[in-house]
């Protein structure tokens, strides 16, 4: 069963629909039906989906699992989807990041449920040093917690 705050609220779906739809044209590619439907499903939720998620949950079936992939790909070059490191699901970015110089993302996932959190400032990460032979651009980091539901008695 979902719970209230697994749904955004309906200015940031609008938000969030009109900039992937802004970003795609820009790149060029055509907004499909099959796209749409990618973006409003990404839209309707903040919880983290996977491609076969996407596909069920869609409003036109059937999607194809390849589009599918593609639109992911193509949304997370511009910073309005992220890839959750350690599974195969994307959650909407909900902090501007298409805006960022340094693609740089942090999240928080919950042990017990595996609820996911986009973190609102990176941590910092000013004492890194690169090896040699590198330069570091920007970071993911997923941090393990747990939820403040599953930490309720």
Avoid: W
């Avoid at 609008?14 to 802004?22: G, N, P, S, V, Y």
């Avoid at 990041?97 to 609102?120: F, I, N, W, Y």
């Amino acid at each position: 069963m979902s719970t209230p705050s697994e749904f955004p609220c309906q200015s940031e779906s609008d938000t969030f629909i009109k900039l992937a739809t802004h970003f795609i044209h820009n790149k060029g590619a055509r907004l499909t039906q099959p796209r749409k439907d990618i973006i409003s499903v990404l839209a309707t939720t903040s919880s983290p989906l996977s491609p076969y998620d996407i596909v069920t949950r869609s409003p036109h079936s059937p999607l194809d699992a390849v589009t599918v992939y593609r639109t992911l790909a193509l949304l997370e070059t511009g910073g309005l989807v992220h890839r959750v490191r350690g599974s195969a699901k994307y959650i909407r970015c909900h902090y501007g990041c298409q805006d960022a110089q340094t693609p740089s993302h942090s999240m928080v996932e919950c042990v017990d449920c595996g609820k996911v959190r986009e973190l609102p400032i990176p941590p910092r990460v000013d004492g890194v040093v690169a090896p040699v032979g590198f330069r570091i651009l920007g970071h993911d980091l997923l941090f393990k917690g747990r939820c403040y539901e599953c930490e309720s008695p």
